[in-house]
């Protein structure tokens, strides 16, 4: 996945929001596991 930075977007978002969002790219850098579900009959 990519990502574009822009700043100024950053800002209006941490000043509108209170988020900023600057290290979210973390949550996307690490293995993923998709395993199905089993625990139940959804027949």
Known sequence: ???EWDEQ???TNIQKH?????N??????FP???AADDRY???
């Open 18 to 22: 209170g988020l900023d969002f600057r």
């Open 9 to 11: 977007k950053r800002k």
């Open 32 to 34: 993923i596991l998709v």
């Open 41 to 43: 009959e959804y027949g």
């Open 1 to 3: 996945m990519q990502f």
């Open 24 to 29: 979210t790219w973390k949550l996307f850098n």
